[in-house]
């Protein structure tokens, strides 16, 4: 551009790229145009929404090509085995002459992004490799094969430097012929042992409003009535991580009902229009299928708490009708009475599902519109409170003292506003724990959030953690292991926690294995990157380490923190000599801190 690049912002980002074309489909239309466009439909009709399913992003789909990004290089891989595999078994059922075969080509790299595109030698690098590859087969360069290697069930082929067209270093390939796919046997997942009082499983309810804008609005619903649901002792209710990943899909409800180990299943739909909010819901037998209660609840805006604990309080009814209407729910204290907040509070808390450092500054400026309208929305304070964490665990603000101070007071003043609030407790606990010296303190909090609520997954998580940072290893691995429970298709958070009980104590071999789970999950996460490091650094493998060490460097300027939330010296020495050891052996000797 004329102007030149001071004005120009550039955006760039860590991503894994799947490229991948027909081979020979320019004789396939020269010999049935209409055939070949027909046939190619067809396949796409199939092929396309496996890209979603794997968690990517369809970038461009001209002609017979396909260019998709993903965050995660597993699920790249995942997604171009799955391809080829179901490409092979389409074409078994169709004469040789009309078989369209797949060459895909999956780089991991930096690439330029704008609001529709991606740019850069990351994508050329995918795009080449793709081009040399057999029909019905992958290759990849040595950054992803580092990245899948013991992951997968493949048999891999070194097919030694290429130089690329257009692409100035040579690449090493790898290579994964159709052939050497190795499919692994089915075997059934068991399922989860059930609870020894009533389970359930909300599933997302869906959006009925015809504005998709308004989905933040039906999964909030959905997570107040979880919430509302928790609170009742006697119910063992599944996490919204795990339950939200059937957002989207056509379940089978026994299946549901297996997999999450509940007995009941709750589904539904909201619609917003104006003012007015209606929500559906049903009650289903997971063994059996069976519909036991539906009903509509009607109300405004200013009704949506009383709504959501109707929900809870109904669906409560159906499944212990013996007691009482006073027993079957335990009310929260209304959480605002500016329903404007509120909604900005549910917005807020969407974006910091993504772990993403936009994610968590879109929802801290969220965050603040909802405590300028209420200053004491003790929800929001202690959210504000996490995202202030977050920006000092990360690394993501150059200004750790203000950090400290702003998450500390954001803490204490949701605690003084709904300190009796399982979910306020579980804020506060974790960022007290984080900033603050006295552990204990933090630990009184989390365990009085338990006590609340024994169904708060993420509470058993934060409990985790606090315990880990005490230096109680085998009790903070118990607590995630419940949190797994509670959330079993929702792993990371809990895995992630085990894998540094792992570390911690000496169990190399295994938390590294854990650590790689996680980061397929979330491969930004740099607290995960740094244990990886750290742990590979002690096990002997430099190249390892300088490869996460270089991946960390994208996603935050701290490679080495200070780490006084590790309240045992020898733990944070360990965890400390191991990443300044894997820092050190990367080209640029220099750390940041």
């Known amino acids: 551009m004329a102007e030149g690049p001071e004005k120009t912002k550039v ?19 020269g010999a049935d145009e209409p055939g070949t466009v027909r046939d190619l439909k067809a396949h796409q009709a199939v092929v396309l929404p496996m890209i979603t399913q794997h968690s990517g992003r369809i970038i461009d789909t001209a002609g017979d090509g396909i260019l998709a990004e993903f965050s995660s290089v597993v699920n790249a891989a995942e997604c171009a085995v799955a391809i080829q595999r179901t490409m092979a078994q389409r074409n078994a059922r169709i004469e040789e002459s009309r078989r369209m075969r797949f060459r895909i080509g999956i780089n991991q790299g930096d690439v330029v992004f704008d609001d529709s595109r991606i740019y850069g030698d990351g994508v ?33 082929i070194d097919g030694g430097e290429h130089q690329l067209k257009n692409i100035a270093e040579p690449i090493r390939v790898y290579r994964i012929s159709g052939e050497q796919l190795a499919v692994p046997q089915a075997t059934a997942k068991p399922a989860l042992a059930l609870p020894d009082k009533p389970s359930i499983a909300v599933l997302p309810f869906t959006n009925m409003s015809g504005d998709p804008e308004q989905e933040y609005f039906a999964d909030g619903m959905v997570e107040e009535i979880i919430t509302a649901m928790s609170r009742i002792r006697w119910l063992f209710v599944i996490a919204r991580n795990s339950s939200f990943t059937y957002k989207g899909r056509a379940v089978d409800v026994k299946r549901v009902g297996s997999e999450l180990g509940v007995l009941y ?13 209606r929500i559906t819901a049903q009650l289903l037998d997971a063994t059996t299928g069976a519909h036991l209660w539906a009903e509509n609840f009607d109300g405004t805006l200013g009704d949506v708490f009383e709504l959501q604990d109707n929900v809870a309080s109904s669906v409560a009814g159906v499944i212990e009708p013996t007691l009482q209407a006073a027993e079957q729910r335990r009310s929260a204290q209304r959480p605002t009475d500016d329903l404007t907040a509120y909604d900005l509070y549910l917005q807020a808390h969407a974006h910091t599902q993504s772990w993403e450092r936009d994610g968590t500054m879109r929802a801290l400026a969220l965050l603040g519109q909802a405590l300028t309208r209420d200053p004491r929305y003790g929800l929001a304070l202690g959210l504000a409170a996490t995202c202030h964490l977050m920006l000092g665990l990360n690394g993501w603000s150059e200004d750790q003292k203000r950090i400290r101070k702003d998450g500390v007071d954001l803490a204490r003043r949701a605690l003084q506003a709904a300190g009796d609030e399982a979910t306020v407790l579980g804020h506060v606990s974790y960022v ?57 298709l929702r792993k990371t958070p809990a895995t992630f926690g085990i894998a540094v009980g792992h570390f911690f104590a000496r169990r190399l071999e295994r938390a590294a294995a854990m650590l790689l789970f996680s980061l397929q999950e979330s491969p930004n996460w740099p607290p995960c990157l740094r244990f990886l490091a750290s742990c590979y650094a002690h096990l002997g493998r430099l190249g390892d380490a300088q490869l996460i060490v270089e991946k960390l460097r994208h996603v935050t300027p701290m490679l080495v923190p200070s780490a ?7 733990d944070r020495d360990f965890y400390l000599d191991g990443l300044r050891l894997a820092v050190g052996v990367t080209p640029e000797k220099p750390m940041s801190h």
């Open 11 to 29: 955006l760039r980002r860590l991503a894994a790229i799947l490229a991948a074309d027909i081979a020979g489909y320019s004789t396939l239309m």
């Open 265 to 277: 299943v709750l589904e539904g739909s909201v619609r917003k229009a104006g003012n007015r909010i």
């Open 124 to 156: 050329n690098i995918a795009a080449r490799l793709e081009a040399i590859a057999e029909p019905g087969s992958i290759c990849i360069s040595r950054k992803v094969y580092v990245e899948i290697s013991g992951k997968m069930q493949l048999a891999f």
């Open 564 to 570: 006084e939330h590790w309240r045992i010296r020898q």
């Open 432 to 488: 007290l724990g984080y900033f603050e010296p006295d552990i204990d303190a933090a630990i009184s909090l989390i365990d009085r959030a338990l006590e609340l609520n024994p169904s708060f997954a993420l509470g058993w998580v934060r409990s985790g953690w606090l315990r880990l940072w005490a230096g109680h290893t085998d009790l903070a691995i118990e607590h995630f292991d419940k949190s797994l429970r509670l959330n079993p």
